[in-house]
Structures are given as C-alpha cells and as structure tokens.
T-cell receptor
Framework: GESVGLHLPTLSVQEGDNSIINCAYS??????FIWYKQESGKGPQFIID?????DKRQGQRVTVLLNKTVKHLSLQIAATQPGDSAVYFC??????????????FGKGTKLSVIP | EAQVTQNPRYLITVTGKKLTVTCSQN?????MSWYRQDPGLGLRQIYY???????DKGDVPEGYKVSRKEKRNFPLILESPSPNQTSLYFC?????????????FGPGTRLTVL
C-alpha cells in the first residue's frame, strides 16, 4: 500500500539555526497531516498539523508547509534549541470507513542540535 | 494530570507465554489504538477501537488481540508471543477517530521475547 516516507534520516543543525525536516507522501487522498516529536525514551508528542486544503500553518517556532502538487510536507523549526533534539515523524491520515481514520507514520528523521 | 499509562514499561518473556500489556487513559477519550515501533519501519498500527466494544484491525494485527470492555482501558494481549514480536509498543488515545483529533501517546512498553 501507499505509505509516508522521509527524505533525510538524520539532520545535524547548529544551535540557533533554522531546521527543515522533509517528508514525502504518496497517497493523494490523505486529508490531514501531522508532525510528531519523539524524545528518547518517550512516546510521540503532537507538534503541529495541517489540513489538505491548506498550504501553510504556523505554530510557536514551527511552521508546516504542504505542497500537494509534489506531495511534499516539511517542518521548519526556527532558532533550533538543544531541546529540539529528537526524532520527528510525519503522519498522514486517510479515511478508512465507518467514521474512522487510519494514521500512517513515516520512518522518522533524527534531529541533532549542536551546541 | 491527563495522561495515557501503560504497564509494564519493560518486559522480557519467553516464546509462547501469554502476556497482557495494559493501557489506560483518564481523558474520557473514545478512540484508542496500539502501535508497534521497530527500527527502520517506524510506527505501525496494530489494532484500534472507536469506542467501547468496537475494535478493528490496523496494519499489523497478526499475533495480537485486544478488548475494549471499558472506555478507559484497552489491553493488548499476546496469546503466544514469538521473537518477531520483540518491539516497542505504544498505546494512544484521542477524543474520536476523526482525523483532526490529536492522539496522545503513552510512554511505551519495551517487550523482548526470547
């Protein structure tokens, strides 16, 4: 079946710089996309989401961009801090019938912040 | 504190010995789900539940069972564990199964089957 993937498995960024984490998805019917952050030894934590009818959404220090033409999703983190070091997952949701949605995760990108 | 709890956090067992991993949420969420996380494969959904007494298969249900007798609890049952079920397991919950509802994840259960 179709799945969500990531361009870069690891990313090292200098503290204070901006980070960009990319994700490619293949299912054009997906209607909702989410970015999760997973710190070592913890469960994934919601960061930001975006509906398929939007192309940009901003949060606190984070921005998600959606390009449906090329089926690409990105997460931008401004002024990256050591606490941003984690694995980041993108996920897409697809209606699976009977009022429920299936969440499919990408394999993850590890972000390392260099002090 | 609103949270999803899992027990045990770590478990080492032997092939064929039945085990149950419990999951509980205190947020009155309708939707609950189990995932396994493996290196190189990311998070894959095992089973999910839209509400009490309603469960359905995810992407990788083979070798697992679940039950949803109460709204707050969603145990994962391995009737006869095998080494290929060695993994990190996460339980998650959300208000409903709709796409825009944020899923809250538990801390994870590290299972090793020898």
């Amino acid at each position: 079946g179709e799945s969500v993937g990531l361009h870069l498995p690891t990313l090292s960024v200098q503290e204070g710089d901006n980070s960009i984490i990319n994700c490619a998805y293949s299912n054009s019917a997906s209607d909702y996309f989410i970015w999760y952050k997973q710190e070592s030894g913890k469960g994934p934590q919601f960061i930001i989401d975006i509906r398929s009818n939007m192309d940009k959404r901003q949060g606190q220090r984070v921005t998600v961009l959606l390009n449906k033409t090329v089926k690409h999703l990105s997460l931008q983190i401004a002024a990256t801090q050591p606490g941003d070091s984690a694995v980041y997952f993108c996920a897409e949701t697809l209606y699976s019938g009977a009022g429920s949605y299936q969440l499919t995760f990408g394999k993850g990108t590890k972000l390392s912040v260099i002090p | 504190e609103a949270q999803v709890t899992q027990n045990p956090r770590y478990l080492i067992t032997v092939t064929g010995k039945k085990l149950t991993v419990t999951c509980s949420q205190n947020m009155n969420h309708e939707y609950m789900s189990w995932y396994r996380q493996d290196p190189g494969l990311g998070l894959r959904q095992i089973y999910y539940s839209m509400n009490v007494e309603v469960t359905d298969k995810g992407d990788v249900p083979e070798g697992y069972k679940v039950s949803r007798k109460e709204k707050r609890n969603f145990p994962l049952i391995l009737e006869s564990p095998s080494p290929n079920q060695t993994s990190l397991y996460f339980c998650a919950s959300s208000w409903s199964g709709k796409s825009y509802n944020e899923q809250f994840f538990g801390p994870g259960t590290r299972l090793t089957v020898l």
